[in-house]
């Protein structure tokens, strides 16, 4: 039997370019990288140099906070260059890739038959650790740490996002190898959230060793931090372990062959792409060439890895994010507007009744990245409190990170979310407020203190 949680407070950003269910094989790009700012609150320490020859799983750094968790390369190939930026910060290690991959071997197993230990060592040798998130701090899991449970997140109700049934279908057998060895690293559960407005595909009803739990209502309904926060919350000197569904294969695979096979389905979607699918790929691929196949417009464009709410603004030869599945083209905006929002544009978007956009809710916008304003006095709205699904003041939180007060900061549940659950509270905010950096401040300052 399964649990079903209904989201009723939040809003869906219905926008164009979905991509269509059609699945393709992504032109292998010439250079792959793996990106620092990527991970936070990690301290990279670098093991190559430029002209080092790699493999597929070859360490390129580990965290000197741990050196338990590495992170190794997603191909076989030459290390081009170690790019860093201001007062030295290392911001990508780029590999120039072989036409085929040449892997590390670190040995197939069934993780039934594996130790606790063994299991841990194998994903922390191979780089798939850093896959495994905790909260609280919305950062890298401690390998030395057991946590109380563990979510894998297998809907995403973002704009545009993936559809994990499609992707999923006949992977059953890959993602349950990778379940069993999740269920080797806690006493507790292993919680499997799929979407509940539709009938989820056999690879996730049929998979065994996990709690199944269908999620249905609108964003952020996917975002983990809720499905933690009715199924099993946070609380102070307790941690809960999270990953992304895709990210599951990954560590079956691992066990099935030995090796680190990097592949992943990335949703190509927006209203600048022309032609909007899946493609599989590879973890930290070039974009450079998928962009310039799929991409055409005369107008500017905004480049995103990851959605519109929570991706990261990437340059059209950039590289696809650690924890990214989805591509997203936008209209980059900017362009003047007589008489501002005053005019009742029926091709504007808002949660209030202001414009006629309440009139159309089947309606999908070409929304572009404008602000539609700059930041403000930071004014009592109630606006937040109509997206955010948790039993949480956020407008009191945001303030009391704002004014470094940790301990209303844990008494108001800071424990309990991550930036991307106020990405929706920056969407409606009358005072322009950058919540997720805020809620990211507050994340980090929490940790040192505690550490």
Same mark, same amino acid.
């Given at each position: 039997?399964?649990?079903?949680?209904?989201?009723?407070?939040?809003?869906?950003?219905?926008?164009?370019?979905? %991509?269509?269910?059609?699945?393709?094989?992504?032109?292998?790009?010439?250079?792959?990288?793996?990106?620092?700012?990527?991970?936070?609150?990690?301290?990279?320490?670098?093991?190559?140099?430029?002209?080092?020859?790699?493999?597929?799983?070859?360490?390129?750094?580990?965290?000197?906070?741990?050196?338990?968790?590495?992170?190794?390369?997603?191909?076989?190939?030459?290390?081009?260059?170690?790019?860093?930026?201001?007062?030295?910060?290392?911001?990508?290690?780029?590999?120039?890739?072989?036409?085929?991959?040449?892997?590390?071997?670190?040995? %197939?197993?069934?993780?039934?038959?594996?130790?606790?230990?063994?299991?841990?060592?194998?994903?922390? *040798?191979?780089?798939?650790?850093?896959?495994?998130?905790?909260? =609280?701090?919305?950062?890298?899991?401690? =390998?030395?740490?057991?946590?109380?449970?563990?979510?894998?997140? #297998?809907? +995403?109700?973002?704009?545009?996002?993936?559809?994990?049934?499609?992707?999923?279908?006949?992977?059953?057998?890959?993602?349950?190898?990778?379940?069993?060895?999740?269920?080797?690293?806690? +006493?507790?559960?292993?919680?499997?959230?799929?979407?509940?407005?539709? $009938?989820?595909?056999?690879?996730?009803?049929?998979? $065994?060793?996990?709690?199944?739990?269908?999620?249905?209502?609108?964003?952020?309904?996917?975002?983990?931090?809720?499905?933690?926060?009715?199924?099993?919350?946070?609380?102070?000197?307790?941690?809960?372990?999270?990953?992304?569904?895709?990210?599951?294969?990954?560590?079956?695979?691992?066990?099935?062959?030995?090796?680190?096979?990097?592949?992943?389905?990335?949703?190509?979607?927006?209203?600048?792409?022309?032609?909007?699918?899946?493609?599989?790929?590879?973890?930290?691929?070039?974009?450079?060439?998928?962009?310039?196949?799929?991409?055409?417009?005369?107008?500017?464009?905004?480049?995103?890895?990851?959605?519109?709410?929570?991706?990261?603004?990437?340059?059209?030869?950039?590289?696809?994010?650690?924890?990214?599945?989805?591509?997203?083209?936008?209209?980059?905006?900017?362009? =003047?507007?007589?008489?501002?929002?005053?005019?009742?544009?029926? *091709?504007?978007?808002?949660?209030?009744?202001?414009?006629?956009?309440?009139?159309?809710? #089947?309606?999908?916008?070409?929304?572009?990245?404008?602000?539609?304003?700059?930041?403000?006095?930071?004014?009592?709205?109630?606006?937040?409190?109509?997206?955010?699904?948790?039993?949480?003041?956020?407008?009191?939180?945001?303030?009391?990170?704002?004014?470094?007060?940790?301990?209303?900061?844990?008494?108001?549940?800071?424990?309990?979310?991550?930036?991307?659950?106020?990405?929706?509270?920056?969407?409606?905010?009358?005072?322009?407020?950058?919540?997720?950096?805020?809620?990211?401040?507050?994340?980090?300052?929490?940790?040192?203190?505690?550490?």
């Amino acid at each position: 039997m399964s649990d079903v949680l209904k989201i009723r407070r939040g809003t869906n950003i219905k926008l164009q370019g979905e %991509a269509e269910k059609i699945l393709a094989d992504a032109s292998r790009a010439e250079t792959y990288a793996i990106k620092p700012p990527d991970f936070e609150g990690i301290k990279p320490k670098v093991t190559v140099k430029a002209g080092h020859e790699v493999k597929a799983g070859t360490v390129l750094m580990y965290d000197k906070n741990n050196e338990k968790v590495k992170f190794t390369s997603p191909v076989s190939g030459e290390v081009a260059e170690v790019r860093r930026g201001d007062k030295r910060k290392l911001l990508e290690i780029i590999i120039l890739a072989d036409k085929e991959d040449q892997y590390v071997d670190f040995g %197939a197993a069934d993780p039934n038959s594996l130790s606790r230990e063994e299991v841990v060592s194998k994903l922390c *040798d191979s780089g798939v650790w850093p896959f495994i998130k905790q909260r =609280p701090y919305d950062v890298i899991a401690n =390998p030395d740490e057991t946590p109380k449970s563990i979510f894998i997140t #297998a809907y +995403d109700s973002a704009p545009l996002a993936p559809d994990n049934d499609f992707i999923f279908h006949g992977q059953g057998a890959l993602l349950q190898k990778g379940i069993d060895a999740l269920a080797k690293l806690t +006493d507790g559960k292993v919680h499997l959230t799929v979407d509940g407005s539709a $009938k989820p595909d056999e690879a996730f009803t049929g998979a $065994k060793n996990v709690v199944l739990h269908k999620v249905s209502g609108p964003h952020p309904a996917g975002n983990v931090g809720v499905h933690i926060h009715n199924f099993d919350p946070v609380g102070r000197g307790q941690v809960v372990w999270t990953l992304n569904a895709q990210d599951v294969l990954t560590i079956g695979r691992l066990f099935e062959s030995g090796k680190f096979d990097a592949s992943r389905v990335v949703a190509l979607s927006g209203s600048h792409v022309s032609d909007a699918k899946y493609y599989k790929t590879i973890l930290g691929m070039s974009t450079k060439k998928l962009f310039a196949d799929n991409v055409k417009t005369e107008e500017k464009s905004r480049f995103i890895s990851g959605n519109v709410l929570t991706g990261t603004q990437i340059a059209e030869d950039g590289y696809l994010g650690f924890y990214d599945y989805q591509l997203t083209v936008i209209p980059e905006g900017g362009e =003047p507007r007589m008489f501002g929002w005053i005019l009742p544009n029926p *091709d504007k978007f808002s949660i209030h009744r202001s414009l006629v956009s309440w009139l159309q809710p #089947a309606k999908k916008y070409d929304l572009t990245a404008d602000m539609n304003g700059e930041e403000r006095p930071f004014v009592v709205t109630e606006e937040y409190e109509k997206v955010f699904p948790f039993d949480i003041y956020p407008v009191q939180l945001i303030k009391a990170i704002m004014v470094e007060d940790i301990e209303l900061m844990e008494a108001l549940g800071i424990y309990e979310v991550a930036p991307e659950d106020f990405a929706l509270c920056e969407v409606v905010c009358t005072s322009k407020i950058p919540s997720q950096s805020i809620v990211r401040d507050g994340l980090n300052m929490l940790r040192k203190e505690m550490s």
